[in-house]
């Protein structure tokens, strides 16, 4: 096995070719499983561990969004079989977020270049830091985009307004949406009920179906049993989702 280093502007990387592609099919879409034996290193933080293709000289390095760490592998959702990778994204650090979850959330999805910072990253004390902006609002463009981005794949926006903030609850219902696209929704029975939340009147009859199947399968952001439905979504409430959207998707690939 060849190991190359590489220092970008965004994060020092380490690379290991090696992989392959097994056939895979989930809800009717079509697609492979790239899987590449891997160990991580005591320094490695496994969630910074992700899935490249080798295109050619055009294109030597294409990240996997949609890959992950499990049990000694880097398995990735890729298009057809090919030559792919492993690659080490080392963190860096956004200097305007409290809380580990959140911190967590964004440092995974702009290591797959899903979310990116609202400031050019800046590099102090040997690492890169920027601003996440948590609190700043979301679009339905926005959203559209990183779910894009995380899928690899024109993300469903179906009865969520055009312009303006984006709702939680919307939010809610184009992720919903895009992993049913994905084929990552079943048909779940059972847990806690929409009219249990304290604020259930709030929501749109329309994403009652979306908001209990996510409820059901704890991809639901609820907080004193108060999901705030039409408050609009901030950055920080997208990153939190969208991770939680990506560790179902590990959790649930074969």
């Known amino acids: 096995m060849r190991i190359w280093r590489r220092l970008t502007a965004a994060a020092a990387a380490l690379l290991a070719l090696g992989g392959s592609a097994a056939a895979f099919a989930a809800g009717g879409t079509g697609g492979c499983v790239a899987r590449v034996p891997y160990r991580p290193r005591p320094d490695q933080d496994a969630d910074a561990l992700l899935l490249y293709e080798h295109r050619g000289p055009a294109e030597p390095r294409h990240l996997i969004p949609r890959s992950f760490y499990r ?51 800046v590099l102090r004390g040997g690492r890169m830091t920027a601003r996440f902006g948590p609190d700043e609002p979301v679009t339905k463009e926005d959203f559209a985009l990183w779910l894009s981005r995380l899928f690899d794949a024109p993300a469903p926006t179906p009865g969520v307004p055009q312009h303006g903030p984006l709702s939680r609850q919307n939010m809610l219902r184009m992720g919903f949406e895009a992993m049913r696209q994905a084929g990552l929704v079943a048909p779940t029975e059972g847990g806690m009920a929409l009219r249990e939340l304290q604020d259930f009147a709030l929501t749109d009859p329309a994403n009652a179906p979306a908001l209990l199947w996510l409820l059901q399968n704890g991809l ?22 969208l991770y939680a959207i990506a560790r179902f998707d590990a959790a649930h690939t074969p």
């Open 220 to 241: 639901l952001p609820v907080e004193a049993e108060r999901l705030r439905p039409n408050d609009p979504a901030t950055r920080a409430d997208a990153a939190l989702f």
């Open 71 to 121: 049990d000694g592998e880097v398995i990735g959702h890729v298009a057809a079989p090919g030559r792919f990778a492993v690659i080490y994204m080392g963190w860096g650090s956004f200097t305007d977020l409290a809380g580990e979850a959140v911190n967590r959330a964004a440092l995974y999805l702009s290591a797959r270049g899903v979310m990116q910072g609202v400031s050019n990253p």
